[in-house]
């Protein structure tokens, strides 16, 4: 992805040690969406933004208005395949635990002072936002892969999520593990 630069010239193209991880995170992404079934809408009408006051299954449904019906049954299996894969290789704490870091990373003042020469706020806002939005697709392709006790044996501890998160993010994790 490019960052304009301030002169308007020339692109500045995120550090070669950021664009690894930001190439991990769209295939992630990507593979969340396309696999696992979760349908993300960047530009949504007003309809569906009203929709999102609703809750998770009005959400869903306010979403997949005017797309085709697909195999729900494949879509489930796909999912539930994406599921076992994260799960027997132990990757959802790990992706937690990366993205954590990672936004820790970006609001330090190491990175500050590393990029923040032209472009530098551009970058920050590019790598947190894909963060941001990597760690939602993840939280609530979870939420609908995996039952309330499933969901919980995945949180590592609470003290660890709230050290991990901001309180507003630590409380969207554990949200779908609380008893009702």
Known sequence: AEISGSTGDAPVLPSAEYRGESLIRV?????VEHVGGLQTVSDMTQEQLVCLAGGPRLKTESVSIGKKNDDAFRKDRARQALLNALINQNLVPVLWNSLSQQRHH?????FSERHG???????????????????????????????????????????????????SLAFLAIRHGLPP
Do not use: W
Request: proline share 5%; with cysteine.
């Open 27 to 31: 295939i992630f992404e990507s593979l």
């Open 106 to 110: 970006f609001l330090s003042e190491e």
């Open 117 to 167: 020469a032209i472009g530098g706020l551009k970058l920050l806002g590019l790598l947190f936002d894909g963060n941001h939005e990597c760690f939602l697709k993840l939280t609530e392709f979870l939420c609908q892969a995996c039952s309330r006790d499933k969901y919980a044996a995945l949180l590592p501890p609470l003290q660890q999520v709230f050290s991990m998160f901001e309180p």
